[in-house]
Each structure stands twice: as structure tokens, then as C-alpha cells.
């Protein structure tokens, strides 16, 4: 009997239906109609993107197996979603989406060198057999550099990455630590790099992991006296990649242990990739040998992504996610969540969700609702320049005396109140402060921090300062 798409969907609900529950299958499944078989590509037909998005993060291994069983190993899904408004005439259209079908990154296999060492190493992940390991990369296939989209603010660090993953542990790229501020891309840009090693060198072992996981790691194998066999299974890897090496800061058994691993992957022609909020010469509390260390190779910084960048960003979600939408809006969007591109990510996810819950055409109107609700919970940008107005009109001074060489006291206190509330406010480097007020170096930012912090607990009239400044700042 020839099979049509009707009889070849029954099947799969049928032997879906055996493996969900009642409510989950009358939800989720009952409302799904065929549409298409062509050749070994069924399309089906779902109400919104929602359900499509449901179906693929909840059900998509289900579908897979019951479509496999139907068609074959080349079974193929196709998604047709039925849109209930367009821009300018109100008729449904459809858009199709293929079922995603990246695989995951595969486990690794790593053959343990037994001479001098426990034949029984253990694995911090999993406790593994005697002598083969199997390493999960715990990499995310779906951070690659195709959605990674390259601009003024992040060229150097993608172009650096670009040439690690082409020649991993044989650039002088080595380490590359990736800094910058929360939601700028490091952690994709670190999961892109490993995703891309992994595909045009199989055979080398990649390790994604926190630099929080790491401690705590560390901190179980001194507990069961393992800390030897935790080395020698960070000395197997071939890249390694460690996110937020920051939370390093004042813990130096781990510090200790990760500068041997450093050593010996960096000597033996491994790589490193460190990713981090701040750099090198901000960081507090590191041991100046792993400092130096993370200066051997490059820091790149990622920057707030410029308006252009901003733009093709939004471009390439609404592509991905199969929405169009006026180029105003789009602009109006760039223009107004400027702040990192997780937020801006989060706006037009928030727009789209708005217009397809409730069924609302898009328009201006709503983009400013949306970006308005948005924009409020995010923590307005405040200049150094802007800082230093106010630390200068809260003493009565003007900003060229708050900047200049005298050692008065009061001026002093105005001096390091504002490089205090620079640091607080901005993500601005302490080198980068310490220029732009008074031209001064890291060294005495940092200083006037610390004077900051112990003046509030001890004197009164100090704290009122730093409570009526921080007040003005946070209007």
C-alpha cells in the first residue's frame, strides 16, 4: 500500500501515543494535521510557534523515533506553522521549519597512559572504567560562529578565536582569555570556539567547564585524597576551555592546582581559553604567576555591540525564529536597548511573544511598550564624566579642581568618592578610570576603592557622603 502522509502520521501517533502520557498526548498531539509526505519528508502542520518550539525541546527524540520507524534512518520533519496576522492584510500565511537537527557534540574517548601512574584514574565528571575515559565536552553545539555575528565591538576576539579553532595550541594565541561585561558573548564565543575545534579535528579532546565547577572539583579530590589523579585527568585535555576564571579570586589551593595544569597543557603544545569579566590587570586576589600566565597570550576584549551590529543581531534572531517585521522597528529596538546582547535578545523574544500570544499585529506602539517595560529593569548606563559632575557638585567643586594634583583633603575624598562610584557604575577598567580622572594609574584606583571601603565602616560623615552620592547616581 502506498503511504501517504495522513497513514504515515497515524503510525507515529499511534506509537506516540503508547509512550506519553493521556494529557500530554491530547495537548501536544491531537491538535497536529498532516500535511505533505515528500519522499522521506513529512511535513505536519502546527497552530503557532510555541507549539513548534514545545514539541522540539520536549518531544523532539520521540518524533525522531517514531518518524525513523515510518520512513527510515533518513526521515526528515518539516513544520508548517499557520500565522493568524501579516503586516498590511490580515489573511493567515504559513512559514516552514525544519526540525532541528544538529547532533551534539560526542563523547570523547581518551586511551589513560597507565605507567607511574593509578590505572584507576578517576574522571571529576563520571567515575570511568580502568583505563579508557569517556569525556563528555559539555560543549552546546547550538553556540557556533555562524550565529556569532561579527562586528566593530567584538572583531579582534572572533578573528582570534577563528584562529585558535584552526590551529589549536599552534597560534601564539595561547591562552586566549576573552573579557568583558555580562551578556557581550564570551560564554557563546568560548562554546563557538570548542564547537568549531571539535569539528575539523575530532580527534582532539575539548573540555567546556565553570571555573566555579572547577573548584568545587578540586575541592572533592582533596577531600577524598584524589587531588594527583584530578591532574592527571586535566593534563589529558587537549583544549581547554574554563569560563569566568575571575571566580579564581582568593582561592589559592585552587589557583595552585590550576597553574600546574596551565604549565604542562601550555608546554606541551595545548590550549587554553579563558574567559572572564575583567582583565588581567583588574583582577583581585589572583597569584601574579597565574597573572602572568594570562598575559602570555592574547586578551581580547568584547565591547558593547555599535548600532550596525545591534542591527544584523535582531536580523539574525527574527531569521532563525522564521518572523519577519518592519524595518522601523527593528531600528527603533537597536536604538534603544544598547546596554549587551543578551538583553537585546531579550527584547525582540519579548516582542515576538507579545504579538503571537496576543495575536497583536507588530507595530511601533507596541515595540515602545515592549522596550519600555524592558529598558526599566535595566541599569541605565552612567558615564565617568557624569560620575565626576556629580562627586563635584555634591562638594562644591568644579571637575578640573577634583582632577587636579592637590593634595587637600576634602578634594582627595571627592577624588576617590568618584573613581569608588566608577568602578560601581561602569565596566570601565581601573587603568581606564584612573586615565579619565585625573590621569592617574590602576594602582591608585584600586587604592582609593580600598580607602572607600574602610571609610564607610569607621567614619559617620563619610558613609552619609557615599549614601546621598549613590542616591544621585541611582535616580
Known amino acids: 500500500m502506498t503511504k501517504t502522509a495522513q497513514s504515515v ?59 525513523t520507524k515510518e520512513l527510515g534512518p533518513g526521515a526528515k520533519l518539516l513544520y508548517k506553522i499557520k500565522m493568524e496576522n501579516t503586516y498590511g492584510n490580515k489573511l493567515p500565511f504559513t512559514e516552514q521549519i525544519p526540525s532541528y537537527n544538529r547532533t551534539a557534540v560526542k563523547p570523547q574517548e581518551v586511551d589513560v597512559p597507565i605507567v607511574n601512574k593509578n590505572p584507576e584514574l578517576k574522571n571529576p565528571f563520571i567515575i570511568p572504567g580502568i583505563r579508557n575515559l569517556k569525556i563528555e565536552s559539555q560543549l552546546n553545539a547550538n553556540y557556533s560562529f555562524d550565529n556569532f555575528l561579527e562586528g566593530d565591538s567584538n572583531r579582534l576576539a572572533r578573528s582570534a578565536g577563528m584562529a585558535v579553532a584552526n590551529k589549536p595550541g599552534g597560534t601564539s594565541f595561547n591562552p586566549l582569555l576573552i573579557f ?54 586535566y593534563q589529558l585535555i587537549d583544549v581547554l576551555i574554563i569560563d569566568d576564571v575571575q571566580f579564581l ?13 596551565f604549565n604542562y597543557l601550555h608546554q606541551n603544545g595545548k590550549q587554553v581559553i579563558l574567559t572572564s569579566d575583567k582583565a588581567p590587570v583588574d583582577m583581585q586576589d589572583i597569584e601574579q604567576r597565574l597573572l602572568s600566565r594570562f598575559k602570555w597570550g592574547l586578551s581580547a576584549e568584547l565591547h558593547q555591540p555599535d548600532y550596525e551590529t545591534r542591527i544584523s543581531i535582531l536580523k539574525n534572531i527574527l531569521f532563525r525564529d522564521g518572523v519577519e517585521m518592519p524595518e522601523e522597528i527593528i531600528e527603533y529596538v537597536a536604538k534603544n536597548i544598547k546596554s549587551n546582547v543578551r538583553e537585546l535578545e531579550g527584547a525582540i523574544i519579548s516582542l515576538i511573544a507579545q504579538s503571537s500570544f496576543n495575536k497583536r499585529e507588530v507595530t511601533i506602539d507596541l515595540a515602545k511598550q515592549v522596550v519600555e517595560k524592558f529598558v526599566k529593569n535595566v541599569k541605565r548606563e552612567i558615564s565617568i564624566d557624569y560620575i565626576q559632575k556629580i562627586v563635584s557638585d555634591y562638594f562644591q567643586l568644579d571637575v578640573e579642581t577634583l582632577q587636579s594634583k592637590t593634595r587637600k583633603r576634602h578634594v582627595v575624598q571627592a577624588r576617590q568618592l568618584a573613581m569608588f562610584f566608577a568602578k560601581k557604575f561602569t565596566k570601565a577598567s581601573l587603568a581606564n578610570i584612573g586615565s579619565q580622572i585625573g590621569d592617574r594609574d590602576h594602582a591608585t584606583v584600586l587604592h582609593a576603592c580600598k580607602t572607600v571601603d574602610n571609610l564607610v565602616t569607621t567614619d559617620k560623615q563619610f558613609r552619609k557622603y557615599v549614601d546621598d552620592i549613590n542616591k544621585k547616581l541611582s535616580l
Open 249 to 261: 579570586s582568593g582561592k589559592s589551593g585552587t589557583q595552585d592546582v590550576f597553574f600546574h595544569i
Open 180 to 233: 568583558g561585561g555580562v551578556g557581550l558573548g564570551k560564554t557563546h564565543l568560548a562554546h563557538a570556539i570548542g564547537v568549531e575545534i571539535k569539528d575539523k579535528y575530532p580527534e582532539k579532546t575539548v573540555l567546556y567547564i565553570s571555573a566555579e565547577i572547577f573548584t568545587q572539583q578540586y575541592i572533592d579530590s582533596v577531600k577524598k585524597n584524589t587531588r594527583n589523579d584530578f591532574i592527571h585527568f
Open 9 to 67: 502520521w497515524n503510525n507515529c501517533l499511534s506509537f506516540i501515543k503508547d509512550n506519553i502520557q493521556d494529557q500530554a498526548y491530547k495537548t501536544w498531539f491531537e491538535p497536529i494535521q498532516s500535511v505533505e509526505l515528500n519522499d522521506n519528508a513529512l511535513s505536519i502542520q502546527v497552530p503557532s510557534k510555541f507549539f513548534y518550539e514545545w514539541l522540539e525541546e520536549h518531544y523532539v527524540k520521540l518524533l525522531k523515533v517514531a518518524l
